[in-house]
């Protein structure tokens, strides 16, 4: 079975300066992996998504993640962070021939912005 | 936007009472699921379905049922609440066709077993 591992529990940034959230994940292939944002009371939003290809993937709002087979991690970056980008980021882990294509979760890293 | 609408958004029970949460999807999407949030844990798969009266567990599926009688709804059953059962619940949909393509989930409901 697949799981995450998401370190940070909290972070805590600067406006303008860099991010890099961290995720590892265990599988036993070449998983699909994904991003997800979610502010204060809202559902889950997708950042980026990782399926094959290239290991450098874009997503919205300037996020960036890249897959690191070596590593088994997962890490999503942003070079200058906005006060906006504050809120919960979970990664996830889908595997491969799954029937139900079930998503598994990390357990959030919830990013704080100084101003 | 796959239109998806959880029901209620808040509640609060006693325990040992049975409580019934909604999700409602204005497409005919096929797969759906439910997961709780609880703080540490991300989100946990409870049930999820892939099609009327289709149905299987999740991660944390004790406690818990879920029904699809229809395409659009799909309900998750606290027989009996539990304190450990006070949790967000979120329901998701799969509106891609291809695997894992285009999760929505709903804004949650907040539910509170005293």
């Known amino acids: 079975a697949q799981s995450v591992t998401q370190p940070d529990i909290h972070i805590t940034v600067s406006e303008g300066a860099s991010l890099e959230l961290r995720c590892n994940y265990s599988?036993?292939?070449?998983?699909?992996l994904f991003w997800y944002v979610q502010s204060p009371g809202q559902g889950l939003q997708l950042l980026l998504k990782?399926?094959?290809?290239?290991?450098l993937v874009q997503g919205i709002k300037g996020f960036e993640a890249e897959f690191k087979r070596s590593q088994s991690s997962f890490n999503l970056r942003k070079p200058s962070v906005h006060w906006s980008d504050a809120a919960e980021y979970f990664c996830?882990?889908?595997?491969?021939?799954?029937?139900?294509?079930?998503?598994?979760f990390g357990g959030g890293t919830r990013l704080m912005v100084k101003p | 936007d796959a239109g998806i609408t959880q029901s209620p958004r808040h509640k609060v029970t006693e325990t040992g009472t049975p409580v019934t949460l909604r999700c409602h999807q204005t497409?005919?999407?096929?797969?759906m699921y439910w997961y709780r949030q609880d703080p540490g844990h991300g989100l946990r798969l409870i049930h999820y379905?892939?099609?009327?009266?289709?149905?299987d567990k999740g991660e944390v599926s004790d406690g818990y049922s879920v029904s699809r009688s229809k395409t659009e709804d799909f309900l998750l059953t606290l027989e009996s609440a539990t304190s450990s059962q006070t949790s967000v619940y979120f329901c998701?949909?799969?509106?891609?066709?291809?695997?894992?393509?285009?999760?929505?989930f709903g804004s949650g409901t907040r539910l509170t077993v005293v």
């Open positions: 599988y036993g292939a070449t998983p699909y």
């Open positions: 990782y399926f094959s290809g290239d290991t």
């Open positions: 996830a882990v889908g595997a491969r021939n799954n029937a139900g294509n079930m998503l598994t």
């Open positions: 497409e005919n999407h096929r797969y």
């Open positions: 998701a949909i799969r509106t891609g066709t291809a695997d894992y393509g285009g999760y929505t």
């Open positions: 379905s892939y099609g009327v009266k289709d149905t």
